[in-house]
């Protein structure tokens, strides 16, 4: 969406908005942060720009619904993801150098629109969770029969030898032997 902010620039002091977007992720892209991620419906933006004498503050609100699994047992987990975010509006031309990196906390306009999707989008990716839990406590899966451990345990011994040290098993069962003699 791109909201028009030409009467703020004319002097109007507030322009308040609020629409949905939607947030198509591929679930093949292994690559993607939101990997493993559904949206079942659009992100709720909303939010204000007011301007105070030419200084633009936008301030807003988006939140949305997510499907994906636990990182443990790999159960559906869902829930709302709700994000606040303030920025200070400004056109390309007023900054120095719109294209250096310090200038990322602005929202920039560009003939009299400002943009929002693809920015919001952006915004979304970095401050998502990358892995959710069912429970805080989440026991997960057995890693040598993949049972859920947390309806129970699954009998598996609990016991590893680590394979670099398993040549040295019969010399100490050997040992053991001569000292029980």
Do not use: W
Request: aromatic share 8%.
């Amino acid at each position: 969406m791109k909201l028009d902010l030409r009467p703020l620039l004319a002097g109007e002091r507030l322009l308040v908005f609020d629409y949905e977007l939607p947030l198509e992720v591929d679930p093949e892209d292994t690559s993607s942060f939101l990997y493993g991620v559904s949206f079942p419906s659009p992100m709720k933006v909303s939010g204000e720009i007011t301007n105070t004498a030419g200084y633009m503050r936008m301030t807003l609100t988006m939140s949305v619904n997510y499907q994906t699994e636990c990182a443990r047992c790999l159960k559906p987990v869902g829930g709302c993801f709700t994000l606040d975010l303030e920025k200070t509006v400004a056109s390309r031309d007023m900054l120095s150098d719109p294209f250096d990196n310090k200038y990322d906390d602005y929202a920039i306009i560009e003939d009299g629109f400002l943009d929002m999707d693809e920015p919001l989008r952006e915004q979304i990716e970095m401050e998502f969770p990358v892995r959710f839990l069912c429970k805080e406590d989440c026991l997960g899966l057995c890693p040598k029969c993949g049972h859920d451990l947390n309806t129970g345990d699954c009998g598996c011994s609990k016991k590893e030898i680590d394979p670099r040290l398993a040549s040295l098993g019969p010399l100490l069962a050997k040992l053991k032997e001569e000292e029980n003699k």
